[in-house]
């Protein structure tokens, strides 16, 4: 069978924010490039993020990239790679003055210059005292970047190729990555994007669980290409946890609830927060909170029909109080837990919102991966930015605002990586290998032709409640064993799994089965790689190893997908021009 | 709505895929339970709304926004009840 093949210097998949602001880069040096999207790109899940993108301007109060580069070291809990987090930290000014001069809609001081919000974890002299380092856009942060980026891109002749979806990368016999495979939904077809260099900006993959923040499009569809295709996965036991989304429907319940007085129960009425934490109780950090309420659940005290989730109580805050000065949450209780907090608590349960593993990268946006005695080569051609790669400067846990930040940086440093790599090393396309486009074309006649198959919904459901039950925020090793075990037999489904819709054209279901082979190597990695993590550091909360261990475990972890097997790489302690920032304790 | 395209149908639900869950989670229960009674008309203005920005249709389907196109203001109201 012939695969028609499309021809470009350089291919980016993914449309969001870090795809947007790399292939702009190349655009604009006059390559010719093309971005595939899922969804028009503007409709990618940047769009959901509201509370800002970080930057040391200094506009409200004094700040440093020095001291934004220390709360990002220590939110990470000393896993963030030091020369990718002094680069983005002291790159974040001016990108956010770049997407200022771009057009983007900041909020602004009555002096002009952009308006800085207060955010958990910004401070002045590593630590000291909160600092205004957030900038944004009203409510529509992301929103107004997308926008920004969008039309940008039109203008510098970025091809968009929407509602395509990759669906391999393509490697030569040396390992190069010379091209994906992509199906376009509108006609059912496999086309071959051949190019000189290979971009994944597909976002995150919080759809593994099945309480998640995400929307259903985040279905880690880089991460699974890359498993496929032999390329490692880091540190994907860290997700970050928020701890009252509602449960069954992820929506998010902010913080400001429990601020007003609003209080968690279990199933008997009582206010477990009490019990684990007397002075701060329902107050205690975000973290602490979502694992008493996993506690309370794993002993037999949630609520509901399954004893899954637990109850955040505000009826006795009254009517007014609700309405004032909680706007908009009466609504979201109503339509997605189907109850008024006004009368009833709203069931919760801790939510998966950030992944902070991916796909290895450097700073320059270079996919590395170890060989011989390299623990870092470069996968010549491949590049990879946003929430799909972990550089790593989020570590074990990401700093609110440092994800927009994280796509215009290694997005800009990919794309420039990018450019340099086409024009020194690559002016002419390395020829395609004789099956590029076999194993898409497999896995495509394995669903059309399944017969006796796994429903998709069914596995999927079995996936992510698998996820939730063993690798949510409470681990521990007997747990993370069995879950082990779970999700390899949920593996076994996934190989299984059939759709009765066999047309061609728009043909959903097809998409769905195809994303679900994605998110189950994203979730059979998370697992392998918590259970494997004998220690607590950041979003890794090990009931049986409460204390970080740096002289074993300050490494990062490396997922192999096609033996299931895990080895580990230092963690850089080398920032470019400062001095290193050597562990503490974790306080706040 | 028998006399419409069916891969149109199949279009409008993948568009139905949005950017922010909460709109992901009405437009799913809306396509599950509603979508298929849907008159041309008001097949037509929710093809519109899908051409919104998320952020606009949110604020329009949880009310935090009144709907000032008389086109959408129909379909916006089945929405909210969904
Ligand atoms: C509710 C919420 C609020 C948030 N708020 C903030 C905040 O205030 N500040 C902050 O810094 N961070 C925030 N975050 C995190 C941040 O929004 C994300 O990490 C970031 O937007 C991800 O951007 P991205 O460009 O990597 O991917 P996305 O924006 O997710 O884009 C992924 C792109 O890849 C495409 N794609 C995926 N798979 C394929 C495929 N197989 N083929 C073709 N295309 C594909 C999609 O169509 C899409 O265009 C928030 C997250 C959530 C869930």
Known sequence: MTVPVRRFDAVIVGGGGAGMRAALQLSESGLKTAVLSKVFPTRSHTVAAQGGISASLGNVQEDRWEWHMYDTVKGSDWLGDQDAIEFMCRKAPEAVIELEHFGMPFDRLENGKIYQRPFGGHTQNNGESPVQRACAAADRTGHAMLHTLYQRNVRANTQFFVEWMALDLIRDEAGDVVGVTALEMETGEVYIFHAKAVLFATGGAGRIYAASTNAFINTGDGLGMCVRAGIPLEDMEFWQFHPTGVAGAGVLITEGVRGEGGILLNANGERFMERYAPNLKDLAPRDFVARSMEQEVLEGRGCGPNKDYVLLKLDHLGPDIIKQRLPGIREIAIKFAGVDPIKEPIPVIPTCHYMMGGIPTNYRGEVVIPQGDNPEARVNGFYAAGECACASVHGANRLGTNSLLDLVVFGKSAGDSMVEFIRNEMPNWKPLPANAAERSLARISRLDNQTNGEDVTEVRTAMQRTVQARAAVFRNSENLALGVKEIQEVAERVKRIQIKDKSKVFNTARVEALELENLIEVAVATLISAEARKESRGAHAHADFQQRDDEVWMKHTLYYGDDRRLTYKPVHTKPLSVDYIPPKERTF | ?82
């Open chain 2, 1 to 82: 709505m028998t006399d419409i395209d069916p891969v149109e149908i199949k279009r409008i639900r993948w568009r139905s895929r949005r950017g922010l869950l909460e709109l992901d989670i009405v437009l799913e229960r809306f396509l599950a339970n509603g979508f298929d009674q849907l008159t041309m008309a008001e097949l037509a203005a929710y093809r519109k709304c899908l051409e919104l920005g998320d952020n606009d249709f949110l604020d329009y389907v949880n009310g935090k926004a009144e709907v000032d196109d008389p086109e959408l203001a129909h379909i916006i109201g089945i929405l909210r009840a969904v």
